[in-house]
């Protein structure tokens, strides 16, 4: 009798499950990362094909070297350097006039007169203005600067009494662009010049 009550003691109960078929939750995270190691496996091995095969696809551009001429020195005479000017340099650059120097009627040169100009009207670049029109005319302009103030309204002209046959010719070329005040042969010559022309404001 006691072998009997045994064995009912040792028999399994009909609901009874083994524990050695059930997932536990440590089984399913462990094939999560499995799965997550062969993703990551397998991208990296499609991206190693991909930029294998781009590289294949490139050109080897080969950089040559490029070679350098050694320049050996010659036995070439030094140039002297002379210290007296030649006879065709010119202290001033002058631009050639754009019409003959030598007016038609009176048969003057233009050329053999020497202006200074002066800016008498205070505006900026007056005087250069007034000297590119003379020397495109093919008149001297020997130098260019300030008056002594800037209230001239009109344009004076001087010249040296020995340059006095210019002064019609001189005050005929400039009335064209400028109001013409005084015109005189009165003027005591400087060092290189022989007519002022002194810009007024009109």
Same mark, same amino acid.
């Given at each position: 009798?006691e072998?009997?009550?045994?064995?009912?003691?040792?028999?399994?109960?009909?609901?009874?499950?083994?524990?050695?078929g059930?997932?536990?939750?440590?089984?399913?995270?462990?094939?999560?990362?499995?799965?997550i190691?062969?993703?990551?496996?397998?991208v990296?091995?499609?991206?190693?094909?991909?930029?294998?095969?781009s590289?294949?696809?490139?050109?080897?551009?080969e950089?040559?070297?490029?070679?350098?001429?050694?320049?050996?020195?010659?036995?070439?005479p030094?140039?002297?350097?002379?210290?007296t000017?030649?006879?065709?340099e010119?202290?001033?650059?002058?631009?050639?006039?754009?019409?003959?120097?030598?007016?038609?009627?009176?048969g003057?040169?233009?050329?053999?007169?020497?202006?200074?100009?002066?800016n008498?009207?205070g @505006?900026?670049?007056?005087?250069?203005?007034? #000297? =590119? &029109?003379?020397? +495109?005319?093919? *008149? !001297?302009?020997?130098? %260019?600067?300030?008056?002594?103030?800037?209230?001239y309204?009109?344009?004076?002209?001087?010249?040296?009494?020995?340059k006095?046959?210019?002064l019609?010719?001189?005050?005929?070329?400039?009335?064209? @662009?400028?109001?013409?005040?005084?015109?005189? #042969? =009165? &003027?005591?010559? +400087?060092?290189? *010049? !022989?007519?002022?022309? %002194?810009i007024?404001?009109?």
């Amino acid at each position: 009798m006691e072998e009997e009550e045994k064995e009912e003691i040792f028999q399994s109960p009909p609901n009874f499950e083994s524990r050695l078929g059930r997932t536990g939750p440590d089984s399913s995270a462990k094939r999560y990362i499995i799965v997550i190691v062969i993703i990551v496996v397998l991208v990296i091995v499609i991206l190693g094909i991909f930029k294998f095969a781009s590289n294949s696809g490139r050109k080897k551009v080969e950089i040559t070297p490029t070679p350098t001429q050694e320049v050996l020195p010659t036995d070439t005479p030094t140039p002297e350097v002379s210290t007296t000017p030649s006879p065709t340099e010119k202290l001033t650059a002058t631009p050639k006039p754009s019409v003959n120097p030598i007016d038609k009627t009176s048969g003057l040169d233009r050329s053999k007169l020497s202006i200074h100009v002066l800016n008498g009207n205070g @505006t900026a670049g007056a005087s250069k203005k007034a #000297a =590119d &029109l003379l020397e +495109g005319l093919g *008149y !001297n302009v020997t130098e %260019t600067s300030n008056a002594d103030n800037f209230n001239y309204d009109k344009t004076v002209i001087q010249l040296t009494s020995e340059k006095s046959d210019y002064l019609a010719l001189l005050k005929k070329d400039l009335s064209g @662009t400028y109001t013409i005040g005084t015109a005189s #042969a =009165d &003027l005591t010559g +400087g060092s290189n *010049y !022989n007519a002022v022309v %002194t810009i007024g404001k009109q």
